[in-house]
């Protein structure tokens, strides 16, 4: 399974940019499907996620600003992120939990980082 991400960019304090990740491969199904982001010396952190029946969860920095979606037929998850701040700074990576074959299990995934920088 590779996953492909959308290219991040550089975007003012109050913009907005929407990232993309496409999965493809040998996929029998995806149940979670996130973005992680690691600022400049910290730990990463879970952005939002959201499962294979559309309920989400949001970090509480971004609660209100970004949205997590995704299409099932596309195999690709969606996070839009509106009002930017500049401590939304960091590399995003998208990550996914998909197996091949209905008996078999799910794996984690992780997609190529993209950066975000936020100007002030």
């Known amino acids: 399974v590779q996953l492909q991400a959308s290219r991040g960019g550089l975007v003012q304090a109050g913009g907005s940019l929407r990232l993309s990740c496409a999965a493809s491969g040998r996929i029998f199904s995806i149940n979670v499907m996130g973005w992680y982001r690691q600022a400049p010396g910290k730990q990463r952190e879970l952005v939002a996620a959201i499962t294979s029946g559309g309920s989400t969860n949001y970090a509480d920095s971004v609660k209100g600003r970004f949205t997590i979606s995704r299409d099932n037929v596309k195999n690709t998850v969606y996070l839009q992120m509106d009002t930017l701040k500049p401590e939304d700074t960091a590399v995003y990576s998208c990550?996914?939990?998909?197996?091949?074959?209905?008996?078999?299990?799910?794996?984690?995934?992780w997609g190529q980082g993209t950066l975000v920088t936020v100007s002030s």
């Open positions: 990550n996914i939990y998909a197996k091949g074959t209905p008996h078999s299990t799910y794996v984690n995934y």
